[in-house]
């Protein structure tokens, strides 16, 4: 049977009882039952192996995947300034309420009031977790948690582990994880890419995967499955992500009927490298707390030829503190972002390429003096000397912005579960709980809730309707019929030998994207290109090379794979953002701005997710919306100023 | 700059690799290593030709899938840094360099300069964790662990095992990696309590995986890109005689 139509399933009662009355009601799966129901999780990044450790511990039988040759890589690793958690330890008038508010007002108020709570109420449990497990978080002298204040929070809530956060905290769900491998509980399958999945009477019941080592395509079934696989923010090619990071499972599971929500809303984050020449394959992310002390600045005169430390006073714009003087250097990513873009498009770009502009220390090297400096940014000062060649003691940083989480994804109800029965998505795969901006530090907390303590009750509760369904059989024809499927198109890559890699398709799409769907969008801009990629989708059908075949290790065949689907997806991000005509968060669009330049949000027309279903037409989607209703707090105007 | 290049190619575990030459002319100092490798990828896909197989990922230092044996030297001649993080300002135009995947009995060949690894995933498999399910941690706060004691198992826990250790041991030991992930789980309460069956199980799993006998050449400190001290060998050394004296008793 078909789920009901958008049914977000947000249960009955006030705010901070729907997850303790979900829970009392969830249906359970006795123990002996449990051995009985595979569960595939695709990804091991910190959603997918929190997910796969905890339903493993409950007893049910897990498969785990992932594209790296080990679990441990997956790009949670690269998180590095921290994870939030409402303790309270700092006695500062924290509260889940608070973080809920705060998680809110972040994301704009496009984001669900239940699940943004659940988020807020269920961190604390996390960092015991975590603690638990021996993540080696920062310490006072005394022995207790140390916390700092992060983006834009008036208390301090976050929990990090040197700038390894993201390290630290996989380490910990990786271990959890192999415990379970030794117990034989979940069997992994690395090096592994999910390249479909299969539906049987319309209920998720496996997925074809390529092992990348071999090329042999391989058939998976099971009682539910799990996506894990992360952001797709590398669809702008220069990115924070790693090289592999993609939209293809969870795309390929959209075009199976999961519906993908705000797929356009995209986080550019202010404070990353800026890109050195045109073979740059990614971008590096410098903490954001660098803003903290670090002032940022351009020249006032486009022309400027004179090094940044022969620039007097005089001549420097310090735009963010000019325009807000509040929050200043400390303005969300968003604004932040913005500004800078606005710089820069000015002509007002620092460096060969005019890229980026200047993070200045040195009146924080003057007030403080460098062995402070040092110790609160010493390793990210390194790093920089380490990628640029520059000293950063001497002349300031130059930074950019880059393309950095997806807010948007699959669409969920408040069970994590898709609009296809049986398919779950959880971490940054779903569109979550950030609405149209992450605060940071918010997300490495959602993929791991989402993946400790969430879903293994919402799974179970689904697959306690389960227990009597036998074993999947991978012979089913939906089984061939998909595998049949994934065969023919790395066929149809290897076969159109054309003159263009995957990766100049790529760079190219990413081009197009950043100009006209990332900072600043316009309506304009979006129909021009979406003609554009329509353009580069029909070149690649008939202009793609890839060397080699689909038998063996073939990474430019991978490559192929991922971005035929960021084609695809860069126009359903084109086609979002044109029907928001508003701005909010990370979408601005031009058209609506306040006379000051800021976002105009439209709350009377446009306070809903944005669903896309697929039509088999990647054109014309269509579009299912789900009103966001706030019962428990009043939308109002995010101003920072 | 103009820069040649001396490559290992091997199409897989069973069949025979050699080196075999190219040029890449356009290099540009501010490049990564990785990225001098893509441009010369590029070309060889546009002639038809099949790509040098790499691994990568992240491209910031931290995932660990990166590490190629550059002139005889893991990861290259920058200390403390992995090949994604090398630029290639550390290099002069006309250079050669020799690029060999990481050799070892328990890094099987995949092709070209990728390894397979997995062994050492085993090795964490066969204890290198706590067993804490999810539910049962205590409040966080309920353990105070002293500055320095948290300081001291992160700097063990920073390992991102890559295996620039094992590649730089003429015994092949994994020694470092294992001594590493030990010393981190034994430094903080939470990991005591299992470290002599732990230390036990990984010291056994190590030996079956084929990796050799730490001989103390400390070569593998050297080349590590997180810097993980030797002493992390000898704590486990103590630790494991001490579990062997357990037993026994
Ligand atoms: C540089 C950087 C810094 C960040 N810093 C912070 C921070 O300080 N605080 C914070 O809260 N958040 C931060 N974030 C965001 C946060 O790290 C991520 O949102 C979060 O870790 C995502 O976890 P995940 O489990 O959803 O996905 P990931 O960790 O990305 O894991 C994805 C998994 O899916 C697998 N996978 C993907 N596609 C496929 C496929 N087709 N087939 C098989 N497997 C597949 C991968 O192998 C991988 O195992 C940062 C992000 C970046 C990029
Ligand atoms: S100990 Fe160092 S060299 Fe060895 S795997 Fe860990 S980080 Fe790499
Ligand atoms: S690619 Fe991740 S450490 Fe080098």
Redesign the pocket.
């Known amino acids: 049977m078909q789920k009901p139509f958008l049914d977000t399933k947000i249960p009955e009662g006030p705010l901070e009882k729907k997850w303790s009355n979900y829970k009392q009601h969830a249906k359970l799966v006795n123990p002996n039952n449990r051995k009985k129901l595979e569960i595939i999780v695709v990804g091991t990044g910190l959603s997918g192996a929190s997910a796969a450790a905890s339903l493993a511990e409950m007893g049910y039988q897990v498969k785990s995947f992932c594209f790296q040759d080990t679990p441990r890589r997956a790009h949670s690793v690269a998180a590095q300034g921290g994870v939030n958690a409402a303790k309270n330890y700092k006695n500062d008038g924290d509260s889940v309420y608070r973080m809920f508010y705060d998680t809110l007002k972040g994301g704009d108020f496009r984001s669900r009031e239940a699940n943004t709570y659940r988020l807020a109420e269920c961190s604390a449990s996390l960092i015991d977790q975590a603690i638990a497990q021996g993540v080696p978080f920062a310490r006072e002298y005394g022995g207790y948690l140390r916390n700092r204040s992060f983006g834009g929070v008036q208390v301090s809530r976050t929990f990090y582990a040197r700038g390894q956060t993201g390290q630290q905290l996989l380490l910990g769900a990786y271990q959890g994880l192999m415990r379970q491998v030794k117990a034989e509980k979940v069997k992994l399958y690395t090096r592994h890419e999910m390249l479909d999945l299969v539906l049987i009477d319309n209920k998720a019941k496996g997925i074809i995967a390529r092992n990348l080592d071999t090329g042999e395509i391989e058939r998976h079934g099971a009682h539910a499955v799990v996506l894990a696989t992360g952001g797709f923010g590398k669809i702008y090619y220069l990115s924070t992500l790693a090289m592999g990071c993609n939209a293809s499972a969870i795309w390929r599971a959209h075009k199976k009927g999961a519906f993908m929500a705000n797929p356009s809303w995209t986080q550019i984050h202010p404070t990353s490298l800026p890109q050195s020449g045109p073979y740059q394959s990614k971008l590096t992310l410098m903490s954001e707390s660098l803003r903290n002390d670090g002032r940022i600045w351009v020249p006032k005169d486009q022309n400027e030829k004179r090094k940044p430390n022969d620039i007097p006073e005089e001549d420097r714009d310090y735009y963010l503190e000019r325009k807000y003087p509040s929050f200043g250097n400390l303005a969300p990513r968003d604004i932040a972002s913005r500004a800078a873009k606005e710089q820069i498009d000015a002509g007002k770009g620092v460096g060969a390429l005019k890229n980026a502009v200047y993070l200045d220390f040195s009146r924080a090297l003057k007030e403080y003096g460098k062995n402070i400096i040092k110790e609160r940014y010493g390793n990210l000062f390194d790093m920089y000397r380490k990628i640029t060649g520059i000293n950063a003691y001497d002349e300031p940083m130059k930074i950019s912005p880059a393309a950095h989480f997806s807010m948007g994804g699959l669409w969920v109800d408040y069970e994590l579960m898709t609009s296809i029965n049986g398919l779950f998505a959880i971490g940054e795969a779903n569109f979550s709980d950030h609405g149209a901006n992450r605060l940071g530090a918010n997300s490495l907390l959602q993929a791991c809730v989402d993946g400790y303590f969430i879903l293994p009750y919402t799974l179970s509760n689904y697959l306690a309707t389960e227990i009597k369904v036998p074993k999947t059989d991978i012979q089913h024809k939906e089984f061939d019929i998909a595998e049949a499927n994934c065969s023919k198109l790395l066929e149809d890559f290897l076969t159109t030998k054309g003159t263009k890699t995957a990766e100049e398709f790529h760079k190219e799409l990413g081009k197009e994207l950043y100009d006209k769907c990332g900072l600043s969008r316009s309506k304009e801009g979006l129909e021009k290109a979406i003609e554009n990629i329509q353009k580069l989708r029909k070149e690649f059908k008939s202009n793609l090379i890839v060397p080699g075949d689909a038998a063996e290790v073939n990474s430019e065949l991978e490559k192929a794979g991922r971005v035929a689907d960021y084609l695809e997806v860069a126009e359903l991000m084109c086609i979002d953002a044109l029907q928001r005509d508003e701005s909010c968060g990370a979408h601005f669009r031009q058209e609506y701005q306040t006379e000051d330049g800021e976002a105009k949000r439209d709350d009377e027309n446009f306070s809903y997710s944005a669903a896309w279903e697929w039509t088999t037409n990647p054109s014309k989607p269509n579009l299912n919306k789900e009103p966001l209703i706030f019962e428990f707090v009043k939308p109002t105007v995010r101003s920072y100023k | 700059m103009k820069i040649y290049l001396k490559i290992w190619r091997q199409k897989d575990n069973l069949s025979k690799g050699s080196f075999k030459d190219y040029t890449v002319e356009d290099v540009n100092k501010d490049m990564s290593f990785l990225e001098m490798l893509d441009t010369l990828n590029l070309k060889l896909v546009k002639q038809g030709e099949r790509p040098v197989e790499f691994d990568h990922d992240c491209r910031e230092g931290i995932c660990?899938q990166c590490?190629v044996m550059i002139n005889g030297i893991?990861?290259g001649p920058l200390k403390n840094t992995t090949t994604c993080q090398l630029h290639m300002r550390s290099f002069k135009d006309g250079d050669t360099i020799y690029i060999e995947p990481f050799k070892a009995e328990a890094f099987p060949i995949v092709r070209d300069l990728k390894v397979d690894r997995s062994s050492?995933d085993r090795i964490i498999t066969s204890g290198g964790f706590v067993s804490v399910d999810t539910g049962q941690a205590p409040e966080a706060n309920s353990i105070p662990i002293t500055y320095e004691e948290a300081e001291a198992a992160f700097d063990a826990a920073?390992?991102?095992?890559?295996?620039?250790?094992?590649?730089?041991c003429k015994n092949s030991s994994?020694a470092?990696?294992t001594?590493?992930k030990i010393t981190h789980l034994e430094l903080l309460p939470q990991g005591q309590k299992e470290t002599h069956k732990r230390v036990a199980e990984m010291v056994e799993q190590m030996e079956k995986e084929g990796f050799g006998h730490c001989s103390n050449t400390e070569a593998?400190?050297v080349?590590?890109?997180?810097?993980?001290s030797v002493l992390?060998i000898a704590r486990m050394n103590f630790e494991y005689n001490k579990s062997k004296l357990l037993v026994k008793k």
């Open positions: 660990g590490g893991a990861h050492l920073a390992c991102i095992g890559c295996g620039a250790c094992v590649a730089s994994a470092l990696f001594g590493a593998c400190q080349e590590c890109p997180e810097n993980i992390n």
